[in-house]
């Protein structure tokens, strides 16, 4: 065979290379993380893929469709005698520092317990970082998987109007989020420059190859995760809660002399309470409330006291105006019972939680 | 290597290639492999250990070279020239420590002129003395294998390692408590202390031939193989430095081949496995013995793209400034039995063993008539692993590593012996039957020892075999 000559070969690699990517522009309307090989050669997470540490086997992306793939909801058939919950929230309901076993969906699926004559399986669709438009973002997908209920456990932090386009997630989902905005008429800029809006030169394979690697990683760890069951590292220390605090009653821009509801995204919560007919209970989630220094002012890290009472207070009546089921736990579990944020409980305070949760779902049809 | 330092490393070989002739091509070569010693160097955390590594590398290099070379020959132009650069090269390294804010050829800010000049001078004085003294005593020459030895058992030895690092930060006045085995990271230690030994070996064996000390000190840094081999022999690689070379469209093409092929094995494949590979987390974590296999596998295929990436793309930089390096993989996980296997895997490295070690090893203990040709065989085989073993590290795994291939070796040369006179089969697929089954085999074989290497203790790597089998 005879020897191929350099720069023929350098120029058509070249040439392959440069048609190769702009062709795979065509590719940005095909959803590529729906190619997933879990629930097909592994088994699906338990949870939304995240995680930066490699120990844990897992990773953030921000890829809705790659998350969903990877998630054991997309791949369980229902069963006939199956009732469906799905749980919507952030990182406590994910289950920071705690394993699928502990986490609020683990506790409730462990109680074995049934509702409308059906079993109860619930579904860990938490999602750290805190944004309602995130959490609607998530509920608006799940509902493509037949829940027969939604428990969207929230908390104040998610409420701001400036966090809204914060999570990593929603920025990196400026189609999705335009979709919900003309979905649900929600009162938000969907160009808004805090949203990633790709350019044709973004969406070349060169500049998408980091959010291929991600993908392909994603399958990757589908071994160690179908191996070991862990999605999560799990530091033998870590840097407990704080409980003390700043004389600080500061929260966002929130000013204290006008209403809260005009100053909150109270518009998304109320438009994923009514995305569908099928039943959501909203849970305000426990809070860690402080004794420390200062803890007259602020009830955690997050919360100053009088922003958070007011909060209470407005979920309370607006719950009660909608008729949404509503069960407010702010104070359910003890200060000893969170980990390491003012939101992160303990394998016991999660316990408390799922048996609240639990008597809700159970009594549902009732 | 990273990325960046492989790029780095094609460009400027494509150049001297393309352009450099004769005596400045060796210089120039001289000069990247000197520089590339610091480049490469990792970071470490006694202060700017990160430059003095490399200077007792370089160091190493030129001592060896003055005791090995003839009486006088330092004064020969080529060979002040090349001094002139080593010299050279280190200075300007150093000089990047005022010229720009942040250190750009080493992780840390290279040390202080003054000190860097000292050093030199105590080489010098250190380079004479032992010059006198090997033109003198014949012992020079083993002196020095052993002091090589020494360093690379202190190196190779987590123990020994962290005793010296104590040593070391207690030397400098620094804290004693984050001392780690880790502190003293010597990039390609293991390559350049085997080549000197090679070289000091030959030496007194009388089959080194007259080699410059241009050529030398590339052959021992030569950037390409530095930090994973090759480990070549110095006449060969000298033998090609001599050579007029002309960077030719083939000869480009090739290497970028080979580039391209070891690029794809090592950031790819390996890195992509090194996701899911057996390591000492695992090992506890992984519940069934499915799994257990198949993370494994996992490792065993890394390890092999892994060393073998790294194998193909030195190769392939060393091609385009016209070095022929050896081959250091021939499709080992192909092999039919371990012996094949063991000449298809690090060649390099076992090819060295066994002209420095298993054939004199063999020669002296044949001497004592009453040991029985089997028993020989037996201690050459463990001996020689054990050797090999303890190259990748002086710990209880990486000899139980070495025993594992070692007692390998002997029951498959017993059994081949045996199957040569008694077995016959000449069906052609019962033969390519048996040679299937002599892959798997071996391909096994190797793939559980590779648990101990693996793995950091004996007890976890029992573990694992346990679980292999479904025992636990």
């Not at chain 1, 702009?22 to 995680?51: D, Q």
């Not at chain 1, 426990?286 to 209470?312: H, T």
């Not at chain 2, 580039?259 to 094995?265: A, C, T």
């Not at chain 2, 390519?432 to 071996?442: A, K, M, S, V």
Request: aromatic letters at 14%.
């Amino acid at each position: 065979m005879p020897t191929p000559r350099l720069f023929p070969v350098l120029l058509k690699a070249t040439l392959l290379l440069v048609i190769f990517n702009f062709l795979f522009i065509l590719t940005s309307g095909f959803p590529l993380g729906k190619l997933s090989l879990y629930n097909k050669v592994f088994p699906g997470r338990e949870r939304f893929p995240f995680g930066e540490n490699q120990r844990g086997y897992n990773l953030s992306l921000f890829n809705l469709d790659a998350m969903f793939a990877a998630h054991v909801l997309v791949g369980a058939p229902k069963a006939d005698d199956e009732f469906r919950v799905i749980l919507i929230g952030d990182s406590s309901v994910w289950g920071t520092l705690l394993t699928p076993e502990e986490n609020l969906a683990g506790q409730l699926n462990s109680q074995n317990i049934s509702a409308c004559n059906k079993n109860v399986h619930a579904y860990n669709l938490g999602y750290p970082y805190i944004s309602l438009l995130q959490e609607l973002m998530i509920l608006d997908e799940a509902l493509k998987y037949q829940p027969d209920m939604v428990v969207w456990l929230t908390t104040l932090e998610s409420f701001p109007k400036e966090k809204q386009f914060g999570a990593p997630l929603v920025a990196n989902s400026p189609e999705r989020v335009k979709e919900l905005i003309t979905n649900y008429q929600l009162p938000l800029n969907p160009n808004d420059p805090a949203l990633n809006h790709p350019t044709t030169w973004d969406e070349t394979f060169v500049n998408r190859r980091k959010d291929l690697a991600n993908l392909i990683r994603l399958q990757l760890y589908g071994v160690p995760w179908s191996a070991t069951g862990i999605d999560q590292f799990y530091p033998e220390n870590y840097e407990r809660a704080q409980t003390d605090f700043e004389a600080d009653d500061s929260f966002y821009d929130i000013k204290q002399n006008k209403p809260l509801r005009e100053q909150l995204s109270l518009d998304i919560l109320d438009a994923g309470l009514h995305a569908t007919n099928i039943p959501i209970v909203l849970v305000n989630e426990p809070i860690l409330v402080s004794n420390g220094k200062n803890s007259d002012i602020r009830y955690n890290f997050f919360y100053p006291r009088w922003a958070y009472d007011e909060f209470r207070v407005m979920l309370s009546e607006y719950t009660a105006q909608q008729n949404i089921p509503y069960l407010d736990l702010w104070n359910l579990v003890p200060m000893d019972e969170f980990t390491n944020s003012g939101v992160h409980l303990t394998p016991f305070g999660e316990s408390l939680l799922a048996e609240q949760v639990g008597d809700v779902i159970k009594n549902f049809c009732e | 290597m990273g990325l960046t330092q492989i790029f780095a490393s094609i460009l400027t070989a494509l150049l001297v290639g393309a352009w450099m002739r004769g005596t400045s091509r060796i210089l120039s070569l001289l000069a990247l492999s000197v520089l590339a010693a610091f480049w490469f160097q990792p970071a470490v955390p006694l202060r700017s250990f990160d430059f003095w590594i490399p200077s007792l590398s370089i160091f190493l290099v030129v001592i060896v070279w003055f005791i090995t070379s003839n009486a006088g020959a330092w004064k020969s132009r080529q060979n002040l020239i090349g001094l002139a650069v080593i010299i050279g090269v280190v200075i300007l390294v150093d000089l990047t420590r005022y010229i720009f804010a942040d250190p750009i050829l080493t992780t840390t800010t290279p040390p202080r002129l003054i000190l860097v000049i000292g050093f030199i001078f105590l080489a010098g004085i250190a380079i004479t003395v032992s010059n006198l003294l090997s033109r003198r005593f014949v012992l020079t020459l083993s002196l020095a294998i052993i002091s090589l030895i020494i360093i690379l058992l202190i190196l190779k030895s987590p123990f020994l390692s962290l005793q010296a690092s104590i040593l070391f930060r207690t030397l400098t006045n620094r804290p004693i408590e984050s001392a780690s085995a880790l502190d003293l990271r010597w990039l390609g230690f293991s390559y350049i202390s085997f080549r000197l030994i090679h070289v000091l070996r030959d030496k007194q064996t009388g089959r080194l031939p007259e080699l410059s000390l241009p050529e030398f000190a590339t052959y021992v840094v030569f950037f390409p193989s530095l930090s994973a081999g090759p480990i070549d022999r110095a006449e060969r690689f000298a033998g090609d430095l001599r050579k007029e070379f002309h960077l030719t469209q083939d000869e480009t093409l090739l290497a970028g081949q080979r580039i391209v092929i070891g690029l794809f094995k090592k950031f790819v494949l390996a890195d992509a496995l090194a996701l899911m590979a057996l390591n000492d987390t695992l090992a506890v974590q992984v519940r069934t013995t499915g799994w257990m296999w198949i993370i494994l596998y996992a490792y065993t295929f890394q390890i092999y793209f892994d060393f073998s990436g790294y194998t193909d793309i030195a190769i392939g930089i060393a091609r385009l400034v016209g070095i022929k390096l050896p081959e250091n993989f021939t499709s080992p996980y192909t092999k039919p039995n371990i012996t094949q296997f063991w000449n298809s895997w690090h060649i390099t490295l076992t090819q060295w063993i066994r002209s420095y070690f298993f054939n004199p090893f063999n020669r002296w203990i044949r001497g004592y008539r009453s040991i029985p040709a089997w028993t020989m065989l037996l201690l050459g085989q463990l001996a020689t692993m054990f050797l090999i073993g303890l190259w990748h590290g002086v710990t209880v795994n990486f000899i139980l590593w070495g025993v594992w291939h070692g007692l390998g070796l002997f029951i498959q040369n017993r059994w081949s012996d045996f199957a040569k006179t008694r077995i016959a089969v000449s069906n052609p697929r019962a033969q390519t039957l048996l040679r299937i089954g002599g892959i798997l085999l071996t391909f096994h074989f190797a793939a559980l020892g590779w648990v101990f290497f693996a793995l950091s203790s004996p007890a976890s790597s029992l573990n694992v075999i346990l679980k292999l089998f479904g025992i636990t």
